[in-house]
C-alpha cells in the first residue's frame, strides 16, 4: 500500500502534463496562425483551417470537443506509461 501512495503524486503530473501537451500545442500553432495572418502576403489559414478540420474529425465536427478527445486519450496513455514504468522499476529493484 506504501508503493501506491508513492506512486499517485508521480501520476497525477503525469496526466495532468499529458493532457496539457496536445492542448497547448493546438493553440501554440493557432496562435502562430493568426500572427502571421496579420502579415500581407502569408497564407497561414491552410495550416489553420487543416487543423480545425482534423479537430473536427474526432470531435464530431467540434473543433473544441476534438482537443479535448485528444487530450483525454494523452493524458489516460500517459498514466498507463507511468504505472507501467512504476511497477516495473519497482519489481526490478
Not at 495532468?16 to 501537451?21: R, T
Not at 502571421?36 to 473544441?64: M, Y
Amino acid at each position: 500500500m506504501k508503493s501506491t501512495l508513492k506512486l499517485l503524486p508521480s501520476l497525477l503530473v503525469t496526466i495532468v502534463m499529458s493532457s496539457l501537451a496536445p492542448v497547448m500545442i493546438c493553440g501554440l500553432v493557432l496562435a502562430v496562425c493568426s500572427l502571421l495572418l496579420l502579415c500581407p502576403g502569408v497564407t497561414a489559414s491552410i495550416l489553420r483551417d487543416g487543423l480545425k478540420e482534423f479537430l473536427q474529425v474526432f470531435g464530431n465536427g467540434n473543433a473544441v470537443e476534438g482537443i479535448l478527445t485528444i487530450a483525454i486519450t494523452c493524458g489516460f496513455v500517459g498514466g498507463i506509461f507511468e504505472t507501467f514504468n512504476f511497477y516495473y522499476y519497482q519489481n526490478n529493484s
